[in-house]
């Protein structure tokens, strides 16, 4: 079955800076769509960033300009780049890779911007 583990999320300072990764492994159709998502307490799951196999992005409005998306399609591996963190940004981050009509999601990993 397919699974996706994240991992890079830490403790960081204002403006500082944070790599996340996920890695999918299982089964998976060359077309997808890859992405990111945050939840922090008492918010509903909200969208940060999501990048097609054909490699197409798409952002948050919040982020934009500060958090860029990529991925290896060869390693089934999404990544999320990080600048300029605020406090707002403090959430557990969530992989999520889409296939057809079908979500898989990774196990979160908390990243915190706090001095």
């Known amino acids: 079955q397919v699974q996706l583990v994240e991992s890079g999320g830490g403790l960081v300072q204002p403006g500082g800076s944070l790599r996340l990764s996920c890695a999918a492994s299982?089964?998976?159709?060359?077309?997808?769509?890859m992405g990111w998502y945050r939840q922090a307490p008492g918010k509903q799951r909200e969208l940060v960033a999501t990048i097609t196999s054909g490699r197409s992005t798409n952002y948050a409005d919040s982020v934009k300009g500060r958090f860029t998306i990529s991925r290896d399609n060869a390693k089934n591996t999404v990544y999320l780049q990080m600048n300029s963190l605020q406090p707002e940004d403090t959430a557990v981050y969530y992989c999520?890779?889409?296939?057809?009509?079908?979500?898989?999601w990774g196990q979160g990993t908390q990243v915190t911007v706090s001095s």
């Open positions: 999520n890779l889409r296939i057809l009509m079908t979500n898989y």
């Open positions: 299982g089964i998976i159709r060359s077309i997808n769509t």
